[in-house]
């Protein structure tokens, strides 16, 4: 019984000093984060690029297809349906190519770049790789184009 109410007072203590001493460790505050990041943000965010895609649906059989050997009339040929897709990308060089991800793109018809000024461009598809889930566009360079550069995680 005795070591029982040992064990439980001692715990106690060290739970105890454990939150005095955390007390008077001062939590990070929004000052202590390097402005430099907020100035990165500003100056690249040009670069930044939102990515719309359209992709003709062409659907497979109707109903009418089932009814129609019994008499009933069918409900007519499959209607092509439109798919609208969003995603973002990033501007990697001045002539024109953006990277995004390869399921934004896979399969579309159609593929604008639109950009933080709200200026949409047409853009092609150059390359997608589906194992690694990018894609590479390329659209008519503008006039001072922001762009960015791949990280180098060895540096």
């Not at 000024?117 to 659209?139: F, W, Y």
């Amino acid at each position: 019984m005795f070591s029982v109410l040992n064990q439980r007072l001692c715990a106690g203590l060290i739970a105890g000093t454990l939150m005095l001493s955390a007390g008077g460790l001062a939590p990070l505050s929004a000052q202590e984060i390097p402005n430099d990041f907020t100035a990165i943000v500003r100056e690249k965010i040009p670069a930044v690029v939102a990515i719309t895609t359209k992709q003709i649906i062409q659907d497979q059989a109707t109903l009418g297809d089932f009814f129609s050997p019994f008499g009933t009339p069918g409900l007519g040929p499959a209607q092509p349906r439109v798919r609208e897709a969003l995603g973002s990308g990033f501007v990697i060089s001045p002539d024109g190519y953006i990277v995004t991800n390869n399921h934004v793109v896979a399969d579309a018809s159609e593929i604008h770049v639109v950009f933080s000024d709200k200026e949409n461009l047409p853009a092609q598809l150059v390359g997608r790789d589906p194992a690694t889930d990018l894609a590479v566009l390329k659209i008519e360079p503008r006039p001072n184009m922001t762009t960015t550069a791949w990280g180098d995680s060895d540096a």
